[in-house]
């Protein structure tokens, strides 16, 4: 695994190293002791999957309250899709700065999301699943989220003739009504 941050600070690209031959390819999606080379001290809780039926889907932007922020590692195992981390750390010199990058099962890289980010994605092609690896555990009564669409935000998203997006994540407030 080769690790390196992204535009924004803690944001970590994570660009597994396939080794392959005529079976197909094996990749390292884990490893703690090349995380904690890089800095980063995450051990998952809990791993999840989404599975998104349409090419459009747009999830988030999620993030936990305290005290149960995480820390996520985030990556594509089948289809693509246009993944976001927000900086929505109070204090931050990124605050409000967003960051994306395409993750799908060709390229297999992961998004290292730490705490205090929120995060979304837009597929890019029908039938794509997102792996999520999370830390702590999610906690239901502390999610929160933040509108995709924010222009004080202004996520450069793929045009999309017709979104597919939850009433729930349709419905969060902007960066500016949140309370962190």
């Known amino acids: 695994m080769l690790i390196e941050e992204h535009v924004l600070a803690g944001l970590f690209v994570i660009r597994p190293e396939r080794k392959r031959d005529a079976r197909g390819f094996f990749l390292r999606t884990y490893c703690r002791k090349t995380l904690l080379s890089a800095g980063i001290d995450f051990v998952p809780a809990q791993s999840s999957q989404s599975h998104n039926h349409r090419e459009a889907t747009l999830r988030g932007l999620h993030f936990q309250r305290p005290p149960h922020m995480e820390d996520k590692i985030v990556r594509c195992v089948r289809g693509a899709m246009f993944d976001v981390a927000v900086d929505i750390r109070p204090g931050s010199a990124d605050f409000g700065r ?71 994540d349709a419905a969060l407030p902007r960066l500016a009504d949140l309370s962190l």
Do not use: C, M
């Not at 239901?140 to 793929?158: E, F, L, N």
């Open 98 to 168: 967003w960051a994306g990058l395409e993750l799908s099962e060709e390229n297999g890289i992961g998004l290292f999301i730490p705490k205090g980010f929120a995060h979304g994605f837009q597929t890019l092609r029908a039938d794509t699943v997102v792996q999520y690896d999370i830390a702590p555990a999610y906690v239901a009564s502390h999610a929160a989220g933040v509108r995709w669409d924010d222009p004080q935000i202004g996520i450069a998203w793929p045009q999309a003739d017709e979104r597919v997006i939850s009433k729930r």
